[in-house]
């Protein structure tokens, strides 16, 4: 625990403010301690994903497959089938990394490709955090594309591209299933990855470790923060 609180510390040197995330690891773990005993384990890696676009469910196997999208949403064919196409393979999603690719063919079939994506777990979580790469197609249209990871159109500088690399982390009520929807109707994409992925696991979880051993790792955890921000401030 205290290597992956330096970890994250080191990446978060300079710390901006999003709509609803914390992005610092100090926050975050003050989050998780201020509700009691907790477990941090590695992201485990789902049991099963599930993707949608805006004609129902589908698979990497049969993205392919043409879809009836309509002759007005796709003028170019007038039968009004599409593929769902989609901008590259899946990033993986497995122990200590989690990813995801959404994408938009807005302006001639309708949206295809993935926007929504579920990730069952093997257990029940109350959050989330790691080194979070998210970028988007284009700043003024879908800074706040995907809302699970709470930042808004204001938080990204133009100047510097549509993308945010740094810590990232978020609690939430007990749950074995995150969602991940696109929410902007741009003709763009986006994409996330968070790697060195940790959860907090819920403490009705089977694989969940007795309270005073999770406490200690909480408080180790914590330890490793402080003497990390220390060091970095030259103390």
Same mark, same amino acid.
């Given at each position: 625990?205290?290597?992956?609180?330096?970890?994250?510390?080191?990446?978060?040197?300079?710390?901006?403010?999003?709509?609803?995330?914390?992005?610092? /690891? $100090? %926050?975050?773990? *003050?989050?998780? !301690? +201020?509700?009691?005993?907790?477990?941090? =384990?590695?992201?485990?890696?789902?049991? &099963?994903?599930?993707?949608?676009?805006?004609?129902?469910?589908?698979?990497?196997?049969?993205?392919?497959?043409?879809?009836?999208?309509?002759?007005?949403?796709?003028?170019?064919?007038?039968?009004?089938?599409?593929?769902?196409?989609?901008?590259?393979?899946? /990033? $993986? %999603?497995?122990? *200590?990394?989690? !990813? +995801?690719?959404?994408?938009?063919?807005? =302006?001639?079939?309708?949206?295809?490709? &993935?926007?929504?994506?579920?990730?069952?777990?093997?257990?029940?979580?109350?959050?989330?955090?790691?080194?979070?790469?998210?970028?988007?197609?284009?700043?003024?249209?879908?800074?706040?594309?995907?809302?699970?990871?709470?930042?808004?159109?204001?938080?990204?500088?133009?100047?510097?591209?549509?993308?945010?690399? +740094?810590?990232?982390?978020?609690?939430? =009520?007990?749950?074995?299933?995150?969602?991940?929807?696109?929410?902007?109707?741009?003709?763009?994409?986006?994409?996330?990855?968070?790697?060195?992925?940790?959860?907090?696991?819920?403490?009705?979880?089977?694989?969940?470790?007795?309270?005073?051993?999770?406490?200690?790792?909480?408080?180790?955890?914590?330890?490793?923060?402080?003497?990390?921000?220390?060091?970095?401030?030259?103390?």
């Amino acid at each position: 625990m205290t290597t992956i609180v330096s970890f994250f510390f080191a990446t978060a040197l300079t710390i901006p403010q999003a709509k609803a995330a914390f992005l610092d /690891p $100090a %926050s975050w773990l *003050g989050a998780i !301690s +201020g509700r009691g005993p907790a477990t941090v =384990a590695a992201f485990p890696g789902p049991k &099963a994903i599930t993707l949608r676009d805006d004609f129902g469910p589908w698979t990497p196997a049969t993205q392919n497959t043409p879809v009836f999208v309509g002759p007005d949403a796709n003028p170019y064919n007038p039968t009004g089938f599409a593929t769902r196409g989609f901008l590259g393979d899946l /990033p $993986a %999603s497995g122990p *200590g990394e989690w !990813s +995801g690719l959404f994408t938009c063919n807005s =302006a001639y079939s309708g949206c295809l490709g &993935a926007t929504e994506i579920t990730y069952r777990l093997p257990f029940a979580i109350t959050g989330i955090a790691g080194n979070l790469d998210y970028g988007f197609g284009f700043s003024g249209d879908t800074a706040d594309a995907l809302p699970f990871f709470g930042f808004d159109r204001s938080f990204f500088d133009p100047e510097f591209g549509p993308r945010y690399n +740094g810590f990232w982390g978020e609690v939430f =009520a007990p749950t074995d299933t995150i969602r991940v929807r696109w929410s902007d109707p741009a003709d763009s994409f986006a994409f996330f990855n968070l790697s060195s992925a940790v959860v907090v696991q819920a403490r009705s979880s089977p694989t969940s470790v007795p309270e005073p051993a999770s406490a200690a790792l909480l408080g180790t955890g914590l330890l490793g923060l402080m003497a990390a921000r220390r060091r970095l401030r030259g103390g």
